[in-house]
């Protein structure tokens, strides 16, 4: 499984930024996707996730309210809508697929948020 992530950028405080993530694969054989999140010095965390049919996410409590993950099986795409953006989510963002037991990661697009 292959994963292209776009939509990174830089952004000023309260701005929004639309990130997707294509899959090389049908996301609808996908049980769970996933955004992520590295800033400077601190762990990789996770941000959203979303089951195949999207019937269930779930949220880091940092962006509830904020941030809103899909996907589009038709277009094997998952997204991540940030809006009120903040200084603290600059970071890296990975795309995440959790497919027949196996991690798989896109290489990542970068998110600078401005004060």
């Known amino acids: 499984v292959q994963l292209l992530e776009s939509g990174g950028g830089l952004v000023q405080a309260g701005g929004s930024l639309r990130l997707s993530c294509a899959a090389s694969?049908?996301?609808?054989?996908?049980?769970?996707m996933g955004w992520y999140r590295q800033a400077p010095g601190k762990q990789l965390e996770l941000v959203a996730a979303?089951?195949?049919?999207?019937?269930?996410?779930n949220y880091a409590n940092s962006v509830k309210g904020r941030f809103t993950i899909s996907r589009d099986n038709a277009k094997n795409t998952m997204y991540l809508q940030m809006d009120s953006l903040k200084p603290k989510d600059t970071a890296v963002y990975y795309c995440?697929?959790?497919?027949?037991?196996?991690?798989?990661w896109g290489q990542g697009t970068l998110v600078t948020v401005s004060s």
């Open positions: 979303i089951t195949s049919r999207g019937g269930s996410t």
């Open positions: 995440n697929a959790h497919h027949w037991g196996v991690n798989y």
């Open positions: 694969v049908s996301t609808f054989s996908i049980n769970t």
